[in-house]
């Protein structure tokens, strides 16, 4: 019995180094194709890991100078000895220059790229740079964190413990106190949660989503001096099992979007009374659904992150089934995130340690079988490491024009 467990650690050990070797041998394929993948990128080792990651929406310009600051919203995930922060980091980066067409590259067919022009350094030298800014005390590690539209200053975050927090950071200090003080605590859900969004239409609303199996409507602006605690204006019941993600539609201010280990898609209109059951329900996956994220520039068009390895994307108009089934990622599918500005772009994220950007346009493309064997034709690009970059323009580019929703669905 002694000799077959040690066998089994043997192989266990074996199994590990050879997945290991695998890790690393991606890495240096990655690190090679690097400079056609991107026009810019920094990476960065932080002291602890983060779970939440929120580019702000402003930027900093500096006179005379070719760069900008950009502000960028963490999270800390410790070990349980040491102290949690929300984190805020400035983040400097070249300003885009004009195409030279000195910088022409006859081999790539391009202009400038990756380290040419005023790319890592710039004219004047100054390179790109990453620096935190701002620590505020939480208590534990902060599961996300999302700032609100209308004020960026109120930063909300999901507790471990199912708190949910506010906080107004321009009454914290750069540097940490060592004793977390939110300014508002809002109460309610039993057990942690991941899901969390602000109401881009409506001043001081906020959804949760957690374990317990429930979505929460809350209403800062009904916070009194007299106490820090708030309750939830609604409790909704009709999801099944833990709650992954929630997010307010961007054109429809009373539309609500979640999904969940019950493998539903639901949306609830925020107008009608019931809080047992949805508007809109898609089943579509065939695990547990971890995120969603609905298109910014077409009404109609959402997608979903499955632990079943794929993105799903649907059309609200027809949710008996998935207008399309994105399958590249080898384990379950984390985070998405649309392109704010191109239509058919969409990133996705996945415990398989890879980034993948995704062209919708380019779906039933036909392809050589060289490059079948790289993935679908929808496939843009592959990532595996967490940085601050932007892809290269050969492989995103400013459409002429939107893609309209029909070319989409087809």
């Given at each position: 019995m002694e000799e077959d467990a040690t066998m089994t650690i043997d192989e266990q050990q074996e199994d590990e180094n050879l997945d290991e070797k695998i890790i690393n041998e991606e890495y240096k394929t990655w690190k090679k194709n690097a400079p056609f993948l991107y026009d810019l990128m920094l990476s960065t080792a932080l002291d602890w890991p983060t779970l939440t990651t929120q580019w702000f929406s402003d930027k900093q310009s500096h006179p005379d100078k070719n760069f900008a600051t950009h502000r960028l919203l963490l999270g800390t995930h410790t070990s349980k000895e040491a102290n949690n922060y929300i984190q805020i980091a400035h983040v400097q980066l070249p300003n885009a220059a004009k195409p030279d067409v000195r910088n022409y590259d006859e081999e790539r067919g391009e202009i400038g790229g990756?380290?040419?022009g005023a790319g890592a350094t710039g004219k004047d030298g100054v390179g790109i740079k990453f620096s935190i800014v701002q620590k505020i005390d939480h208590p534990g590690e902060v599961n996300k964190a999302r700032y609100m539209p209308q004020n960026p200053n109120m930063i909300a975050t999901m507790c471990v413990d199912g708190r949910v927090m506010i906080w107004d950071k321009t009454k914290h200090t750069s540097v940490p106190t060592g004793s977390p003080n939110p300014q508002i605590e809002l109460l309610g859900h039993k057990k942690e949660g991941f899901g969390l969004s602000w109401n881009p239409h409506q001043q001081g609303q906020l959804a949760t989503g957690s374990e317990d199996k429930t979505v929460r409507l809350w209403d800062i602006t009904q916070y009194?001096?007299?106490?820090?605690?708030?309750?939830?204006?609604?409790?909704y019941t009709h999801h099944s099992a833990i709650v992954s993600d929630v997010e307010f539609h961007p054109f429809h201010k009373h539309l609500l979007g979640s999904v969940s280990d019950d493998l539903t898609l639901q949306i609830v209109d925020l107008r009608k009374p019931s809080t047992s059951s949805s508007t809109l329900q898609a089943n579509g996956h065939d695990d547990a659904v971890n995120a969603l994220s609905f298109n910014p520039r077409c009404e109609f068009i959402v997608a979903t992150a499955s632990a079943d390895k794929t993105v799903g994307i649907w059309?609200?108009?027809?949710l008996k089934e998935k207008t399309h089934a994105l399958e590249g990622h080898r384990d379950a599918v984390t985070s998405l995130s649309w392109h704010p500005h191109e239509t058919s772009i969409l990133a996705s994220a996945s415990y398989d340690r890879r980034m993948i950007i995704w062209d919708l346009s380019k779906i039933g493309n036909e392809q050589t079988p060289e490059d079948a064997e790289d993935g679908p034709p929808e496939i843009a690009a592959?990532?595996?490491l967490i940085q601050v970059w932007k892809m290269a323009t050969s492989i995103i580019a400013k459409d002429g024009e939107d893609l309209p929703v029909d070319e989409i669905n087809e």
């Open positions: 990756y380290g040419n009194s001096k007299t106490s820090k605690t708030l309750s939830p204006t609604r409790t059309d609200l108009r027809f592959e990532d595996n």
